[in-house]
């Protein structure tokens, strides 16, 4: 294996040597040319630009037609672009290590630690989206972004307007309480379990996009939220 990357290594070295070597030469003979010979070369490179340019672009926007399922709008027609895909494995990473997609029995876990992990994924959602560039929309299919946006405004933000003032307000007037003890615990577990249910659709939805092959695979075993 080291021979090879030695071999490797000697083999872009030569590369370099000539392609540098051509270059020059080109420089060299673009500086001895007047009239007609001039200006041939120079719409040569920069034609060559263009097609660089252009080809570049074409990566960028190159579609992948995806349909996913999602609640609220049963069958959704993605046309993904590179950049799509980015953003959707962005938005595949942050929801699946969370508690968003983890189930909460009884007695199990604690509602005010799902309740911030949800907070914050909210909060890192709204900031990953906010810093990606816009999806170009080529049609009627939505793009990566507003499925993102959906899962906010549709799931995260009614659920958390409800139950994050309640808890907080029953905390306070009871800083000595256990959690369990709160009257309205089991009607947001409850709660919870709906949103968690739903989301799992969405997170599976952002590893598709993503490419993630069978994503449903990743989120079958316990996953620690680290929020």
């Known amino acids: 294996m080291r021979e090879g990357w030695v071999v490797n290594r000697w083999a872009r070295g030569a ?30 490179v920069v034609g060559l630009l263009v097609a660089l340019a252009v080809h570049t672009y074409a990566r960028s ?28 494995w962005k938005l595949f990473v942050e929801t699946a290590t969370r508690v968003s997609t983890q189930a909460l029995g009884p007695g199990d876990g604690r509602m005010r630690e799902a309740l911030t992990s949800l907070y914050g994924l909210f909060a890192v959602t709204r900031d990953l989206l906010k810093e990606a560039h816009p999806g170009v929309q080529t049609g009627p299919e939505p793009t990566v972004e507003q499925l993102g946006i959906a899962m906010l405004n549709l799931e995260l933000r009614p659920f958390l307007s ?26 947001c577990r409850a709660a919870l379990a709906g949103v968690q249910q739903r989301l ?12 993630v092959a069978r994503p449903e695979v990743l989120l079958g075993g316990p996953i620690r939220d680290e929020a």
């Open 15 to 44: 590369t370099g040597l000539l392609v540098g070597a051509a270059a020059g030469w080109l420089v060299h003979q673009a500086t001895r040319m007047q009239g007609p010979e001039l200006f041939v070369l120079v719409g040569a």
């Open 61 to 88: 926007v190159r579609l992948t037609e995806i349909t996913v399922t999602v609640p609220q709008f049963s069958e959704l027609r993605f046309a993904v672009t590179r950049d799509g895909r980015q953003v959707a």
């Open 162 to 187: 409800r139950w994050h003032p309640a808890l907080h307000a029953w905390e306070s007037a009871h800083p000595e309480a256990d959690e369990s003890q709160w009257p309205e615990n089991a009607a």
């Open 200 to 211: 799992a659709a969405y997170v599976q939805s952002f590893g598709r996009l993503a490419g």
